[in-house]
């Protein structure tokens, strides 16, 4: 099993980094993965799109459509991008603590 | 017992001799080792190609030849045990991104590749396939798309596009046709593009536009992608396969153009024929070659003056050096950009982003996928380019990738992106339409 330590929490993944368990999920998870990723600090953009993203998730069972994203956060997709440089896959999904998507991401 | 020998079965049902020829006729000249870019990254015997194709080689004998029944320790015959099975499945799936540099390489031929696809053929039929890659095949399987997109998001994305095409070209008639019979060209997309980076589909909507080309993409069918290819279940493989030719079938459409996807070019272009075992009653064409002849035929115009940044490209495997789409790339950005360099090597011999055969869906080697990904971020680096373009989305991920962890600080982009911000229309789009008629 990986782990990945930030501020001396040890969090369980797979090996791309994505929560283990994404029930464990909470706000200062959110805030340290993110820290991970390089985003110092989470600010309100950040937090409505991973909000959204959770959300879909905990109703759908999936991440939610990039244009769901930007409908429902009014932010323009190239915002989106430069929130989570990573991508709406393997940045904001896994600060959300969603399990890593199937396909190209 | 009888998964075993489901996977024995396997490999001993291809029609042809090639297996066998191929697994005898290694010379262990060691020639392969310098290619690859497991053995480059990590300096260990275990990644040599050539030894890959030996454990193929020695389980095959175990089974299928006289000698290797009676006698498997004179000829170093393996059964299929636990531990067999465990390493294969490291070495094949997990050390290996089916690049096929080694091939290029052998001073004798070998289509190591190959090789390693009835490797993992042989584990699928066992159901060795690891989760993460097999879950991407079944996606595609069950809902019609690796990444189970539902339909009606799929279209209200494609409907949000299509509003952001016309804002961009100041055109209320601009569109994105959905499910359109007879047309010309038959679009494909990769998922990902739809579902997070759709910014591909615009830029390709836009030259589809500039060129005013009779053009559909399909709700119920546009994944360009074979995972089935990657994990090597042939029958999975022939299902995906099938369902693109039989879309192209039902619109009736001219020309099936291949999005940005070197495996999804290589598994319906090149390998789906063999699958189905038929040929085409239509025409495939990837999207890059497509491109290069509008640019050729007049039908898109380019400014390179509006690219100035230093652009450098990476060739996807599946496409240049398996598919020989080489040059069209090379033609198109020297249309497009205005510092053009090429990284050191390319084309045919370049080294492999480090996520090719299945790599990205397969998060159990991650950090073997990131280690041989150091190899291309040299090569990016050296060239002092600040955008690189890559007609491929599985290698765009990766090298988004390798940007953050290597620091490299550059842009990557598809073709179509990076043709659309040169794009100029000095010709009104009904000219070119008349044009067309005419």
């Known amino acids: 099993m990986a782990t990945i330590e930030i501020e001396d929490k040890v969090l369980e993944v797979d090996g791309e980094g994505f929560l283990t368990d994404p029930h464990i999920w909470d706000e200062e998870i959110a805030r340290l993965i993110a820290k991970y990723d390089g985003i110092e600090e989470m600010n309100d953009e950040h937090w409505a799109v991973v909000n959204i993203i959770r959300r879909n998730w905990e109703e759908k069972g999936m991440a939610p459509m990039v244009r769901v994203i930007c409908r429902e956060t009014g932010l323009r997709l190239k915002q989106i991008y430069q929130l989570f440089p990573l991508g709406p896959a393997r940045g904001a999904c896994r600060v959300a603590g969603l399990p890593k998507p199937d396909g190209c991401v | 017992m009888e998964k075993i020998d489901k996977g024995i079965q396997a490999i001993a049902i291809i029609k042809d001799s090639k297996l066998f020829t191929h697994l005898n006729a290694c010379v ?9 870019l497991y053995y480059r990254a990590y300096k260990e015997a ?36 636990e531990e067999c099975i465990d390493e ?39 159901g060795y396939v690891p989760g993460s890659l097999q879950s991407t095949v079944d996606a595609a399987l069950n809902t019609g798309n690796n990444m189970a997109i539902p339909t009606d998001e799929f279209v209200d994305t494609l409907e949000w596009l299509e509003e952001d095409l016309q804002m961009e070209v100041e055109d209320d008639e601009a569109n994105i046709p959905l499910d359109k019979k007879n047309c010309n060209i038959l679009y494909t997309l990769n998922p990902r593009e739809p579902k997070f980076f759709p910014l591909s589909i615009s830029a390709m909507a836009k030259v589809f536009y500039a060129a005013g080309e009779s053009y559909t993409i399909s709700s119920q069918m546009y994944d360009v992608t074979n995972y089935g290819y990657f994990s090597s279940h042939e029958e999975e493989a022939t299902v995906i396969g099938q369902k693109l030719h039989d879309e192209m079938l039902s619109l009736n459409a001219g020309t099936c153009v291949l999005a940005e996807c070197g495996h ?5 272009r090149w390998e789906t024929p063999n699958y189905l075992e038929k040929q ?44 020989g789409v080489i040059n069209e790339q090379r033609y198109i950005l020297e249309n497009t ?4 360099v090429e990284m050191m090597p390319n084309g045919a011999d370049n080294f492999c982003c480090g996520g090719g055969g299945g790599q990205m869906a397969m998060g159990e080697y991650n950090d073997r996928r990131i280690r041989i990904g150091s190899i291309k971020a040299e090569q990016i680096k050296n060239t002092g380019a600040s955008i690189v373009v890559t007609p491929c989305h599985n290698c765009v991920d990766q090298l988004m990738q390798i940007n953050a ?13 990076i043709i659309a911000d040169a794009l ?8 070119v339409i008349n044009k067309e008629t005419n």
Not at chain 2, 97 to 119: F, K, L, P, Q, W
């Open chain 2, 88 to 126: 294969l499945i490291d070495m094949l799936y997990g050390s290996c991104t089916m690049c096929g540099r080694c091939n290029a390489h052998c001073s004798i031929g070998v289509d190591i590749e190959y090789v390693v696809r009835a490797g993992r053929m042989m584990l699928a039929y066992m």
């Open chain 2, 28 to 36: 262990h000249c060691g020639l392969c080792a310098e290619s690859c």
């Open chain 2, 280 to 323: 085409f009653p239509f025409k495939v064409l990837t999207s890059v070659e497509l491109i290069a002849q509008y640019i050729r035929l007049g039908k898109i115009k380019t400014d390179p003056s509006l690219i100035t940044e230093r652009v450098t490209l990476h060739d996807p495997c599946n496409l240049a050096r398996s598919g």
């Open chain 2, 405 to 417: 962890t290597y620091k490299l600080n550059v842009q990557i982009k598809t073709l179509a992106e």
């Open chain 2, 264 to 268: 999804g070019s290589r598994a319906f």
């Open chain 2, 46 to 81: 275990k990644y040599i190609p050539a030894r890959k194709v030996d454990m193929v080689a020695s389980v095959y004998r175990r089974y299928h030849t006289f000698l290797g029944k009676r006698f498997p320790w004179l000829t170093n015959a393996r059964k299929l045990n």
């Open chain 2, 424 to 431: 100029v229309f000095d010709v009104k789009h009904e000219e």
């Open chain 2, 337 to 340: 950009v205005s510092d053009f």
